[in-house]
């Protein structure tokens, strides 16, 4: 499950990364003044950061929650292993007393 989001990180970080520099790169070769270039990458700038700051946010809410998930699932599963010990060694006491 870790190599997967990993990969999914991956992945998400070179589209990113990619769009940036496409976008740099078409902003330079734009036939604009040095000031409009600035300003036009000044914008995508403050974009792609709000961009890239919501999808880590949401990242990190679904990374929680499957958190969450799987420690709810852990309790549960040694609750019922805590139970089924219990029985077994109720049965061995009863065994061993007759």
Avoid: C
């Avoid at 070179?14 to 000031?35: D, E, K, N, R």
């Avoid at 036009?40 to 990374?63: F, M, P, Y």
């Avoid at 799987?70 to 007393?97: L, N």
């Amino acid at each position: 499950m870790n190599d997967r989001n990993n990969n999914i990180i991956f992945v998400i970080a070179a589209f990113v990364l990619g769009g940036l520099v496409g976008a740099g790169i078409a902003l330079l070769m734009a036939p604009q003044s040095g000031q409009e270039t600035r300003s036009v990458i000044r914008d995508k700038s403050v974009e792609l950061k709000d961009k890239a700051v919501g999808t880590a946010e949401d990242l990190a809410n679904q990374t929680k929650s499957r958190v969450s998930e799987i420690k709810h699932q852990g309790e549960e599963m040694i609750d019922k292993t805590k139970d089924r010990v219990e029985s077994q060694v109720e049965t061995a006491k009863k065994s061993m007393s007759y």
